[in-house]
Every structure is written in structure tokens, then in C-alpha cells.
């Protein structure tokens, strides 16, 4: 791993939308799930150059264990049912660097 990545953790949070009625992250919360964690990112001083970066991503193709996010540069995939399991995520992963077991996909 470089020591010179833009940014120190970069997390995408899956926003796929399916019109055909299989499941999509889009419908089970991401939107808000995503908006919560750029906003505490932002709130603790964590984001921009050198630090966390908080994205959307199109399909991620794992809608199925979702709503998903996924941690680069590490690779750790993430389910969540609301803020709670967010903001473990990120005082367990993205500030602590231990991953969250019980949330792991």
C-alpha cells in the first residue's frame, strides 16, 4: 500500500436503484445511511485529503446482502440496518481500524 493515497480510507456506499423487483440497496436506506455518514465524517473533522472520503457508488453487485458499503484500501464489505450501525462502522473501522465483525459481509 502507497503511502502517498489521496485519501486514507475511501468508503462507497452502494445506491442502486432495480425496477424489476429484485432487491437494491436504494430501497432499504442507503440514501439517508450515506447522507449520516458524510455529515459525521464531516462533524468530527475527518474528512478531505489524507483523511476518510464518504462516496455513493452505482451497483456494487451485492444488493442481495445489502444495503451495502465497502472500505478501500483495506476491502472490507459492510451491511447496516441504521445510523447506529453506521456510526459503529466508523468508531470501530474508520477511526479504531478494527473491523466490525458482526456487520461484515
Known amino acids: 500500500m502507497s503511502d ?6 475511501h468508503v462507497f456506499f452502494c ?3 432495480r425496477d424489476d423487483g429484485r432487491p437494491c440497496c436504494a430501497e432499504r436506506g442507503a440514501q439517508m ?7 459525521r ?3 468530527l473533522d475527518l474528512n478531505g485529503e489524507g483523511k ?5 457508488a452505482g451497483c456494487l453487485d451485492r444488493c442481495d446482502q445489502g444495503p451495502v ?3 478501500y484500501p483495506q476491502g472490507t464489505w459492510y451491511t ?3 445510523q447506529s450501525d453506521i456510526d459503529e ?8 481500524g478494527n473491523i466490525v465483525e458482526r456487520l461484515k459481509v
Request: charged share 35%.
Open 4 to 9: 502517498d493515497l489521496h485519501f486514507k480510507k
Open 41 to 43: 465524517i464531516r462533524q
Open 52 to 56: 476518510i472520503r464518504i462516496n455513493k
Open 80 to 82: 447496516y440496518v441504521d
Open 89 to 96: 462502522i466508523i468508531d470501530v473501522d474508520l477511526i479504531g
Open 15 to 17: 445506491m442502486n436503484e
Open 33 to 39: 445511511a450515506q447522507e449520516h455518514a458524510k455529515r
Open 69 to 71: 458499503l465497502v472500505i
